[in-house]
């Protein structure tokens, strides 16, 4: 009986976060896909040996059904073209505006040396500390005055930059054009806010709906990279991928953990993510190392491949 009632809830929880369009708070659940079939499984093994032979395979099936949303991530997809021998590495940080290891972000972005990078949640102060450590990129700045923080990318010389603006209500994503094997490569930075009331929550799935709707509206090779705010199994998120026909970088490498940092992976979720479409192949992916912010970096490397 001491095992029924948790399993009981769990359960219930892990049912209700399908219905995450019926209600905010129930997509949150949804984010705790791995927790839940980890969970579920494990008690329901442990129902059926106490011979609870209505409870235990009721659990056990619901804990499979979770467990099974998590599987693709682990499986790594085909290759849909032929390689073009180029590779653009993309990293995206939220470094968590407080942080003041300027220094060591910097040294790790220097060891790194991605492509294109996003700084999220960047004050001035990281703004003046990446202009002042002379790194091969051109510093630019999404946020204006008199917001405290936005998203900053590091860009090589002759790529193109626009930012959406980063007030609450803004899309809060920059833009990036480079030039990459045969033609050029759109990328968007963005930050969607945290889903911890309904207004944010509505904002949140607004500013992925953006980055959905400028995806599909721009063909050709094209990368979502940012903190999300969302993990995989989040109805927004599955949304952004649908609509946007974007491919989820994480897929072959597991769960990737990435907030918040430091802690139990029994509580951490994938909310930080590199999205691709239109002739890429992910040929790495990995995370940094904890940076004195709440999240960890993730850099990609994508290979071009054939259109």
Do not use: C, K
């Amino acid at each position: 009986m001491f095992l029924a009632v948790p399993a009981i809830a769990v359960a219930v929880a892990s049912v209700l976060g399908f219905f995450g369009s019926w209600w905010w708070p129930l997509d949150l659940l949804a984010n705790f896909r791995p927790h839940f079939g980890i969970a579920l499984s494990f008690m329901g093994v442990i129902l059926i040996l106490a011979a609870r032979r209505r409870l235990g395979p009721i659990v056990l099936v619901v804990g499979v059904v979770n467990a099974a949303m998590v599987v693709p991530l682990f499986v790594a997809p085909g290759l849909d073209g032929e390689p073009l021998g180029e590779t653009l590495t993309v990293m995206t940080f939220n470094v968590n505006g407080l942080n003041d290891r300027y220094s060591d972000v910097i040294e790790f972005v220097r060891a790194e040396s991605p492509d294109v990078v996003f700084i999220h949640e960047a004050t001035f102060l990281w703004e003046d500390a990446f202009v002042a450590a002379e790194l091969p990129y051109r510093v630019e700045r999404g946020r204006e005055e008199p917001l405290d923080f936005g998203t900053m990318a590091l860009v090589p010389e002759g790529a193109e930059f626009r930012t959406f603006g980063f007030a609450t209500s803004a899309p809060r994503a920059v833009e990036v054009v480079v030039d990459a094997g045969d033609g050029s490569v759109r990328v968007l930075g963005t930050h969607p806010l945290s889903p911890s009331t309904e207004e944010r929550a509505r904002l949140r799935d607004a500013q992925l709906g953006f980055a959905r709707d400028w995806s599909a509206e721009s063909g050709g090779r094209r990368i979502v990279a940012g903190d999300l705010n969302a993990t995989p199994w989040s109805l927004s998120f599955r949304r952004l991928l649908d609509g946007g026909g974007l491919n989820n970088s994480q897929r072959g490498y597991g769960l990737e953990l990435t907030f918040p940092s430091g802690s139990s992976p029994l509580v951490q979720v994938p909310i930080d993510h590199v999205l691709h479409a239109g002739g890429f192949a992910v040929t790495d992916r990995r995370l940094g190392p904890s940076l004195g912010s709440d999240h960890l970096p993730v850099v990609v490397d994508l290979a071009l491949i054939e259109r």
